[in-house]
């Protein structure tokens, strides 16, 4: 059978064609294609469904048996509307997004939120298969932070932290939510690159000015916090680190990792899906998810 996967960010949509010879064996997912654009969040809801659509119609729809969307935002899981986004998908918060996409698809489309998407990925195709409660902190735009309670896809099984939104520094950096601090303005891709006033990763991480090393030690100190507040909390059996930054491990994640067993036991894992973790989660759940109004 084949499926399509479509994963919304803040800066850019990814879909996929899957092809899948048992939906309910993960390790029969491949991902056969895929396409990316802008989301152009600013825009407003009307042309993000726009280029979600036009995502999804990159792949003859008529042909596929399921097809799921991560989205940011969060999401209720039973309905696939948005219980709330930040500016950074304008308008998006209310908005029956799942109803909006099947009226425009003329067939059944399912919404889950994004990190929950690419937790759902790694903890049934990756790297936390082994593990029945994880946690997974995804750094990209934004920080999404979501809790895999069981491996019964349904809602009580996650828990959308809205640890992106907890404060971290009183009085600090204003946030697309409309409050400061919020984590998620030091914990994130968009974050290290604010701070470090530089657009590359790869020289944040390997350059040795004042200004890289700063940024990068404060990221590292910030992650900590609040994977120190998701451990007290919340009391994962393992926790995975995904998102763009994560691509990057090679030159970050042994420093930060000694920094981590200094202070916790609990697995830390590098996420290793990649850019498919957000489609093959959202297919994956499209296809085995209970949800009572989608």
Known sequence: MLMI?????????????????DRRDPTTYKIVDMYSMPTQG??????ICDNIERAI?????ESVDYIGVASAGTIDWDTGDVVFATQALRGFTGLQLAKELQRRMGRKVYVVNDAVGALVAEAFMGVAREYPDIMMLTLGTGLGVSQMRSRTLDKDTFVDTRMGHVELHKDGRPCGCGKLGCAEQYVSATALRKSAEEDDLCTIFECNTDKCRRAVNEFFGDMLHVIDIVIERCHPSAIVIGGGVIELRALWWERFLDLYCARHN??????????????MGAAYSAA???????
């Not at 996967?5 to 092809?19: C, E, F, N, R, W």
């Not at 119609?57 to 729809?61: E, K, L």
């Not at 085995?288 to 989608?294: L, T």
């Open 266 to 279: 609990t697995p830390l894992l590098p996420a290793t899906l990649g850019n498919g973790a957000g489609v």
């Open 5 to 21: 996967g479509v994963d919304v960010g803040g800066t850019g949509i990814k879909s996929a064609l899957i092809d899948v010879t």
């Open 288 to 294: 085995n998810g209970v949800f009572a109004h989608q």
């Open 42 to 47: 600013s825009a407003g809801a009307q042309v």
């Open 57 to 61: 119609r990159q792949f003859y729809v």
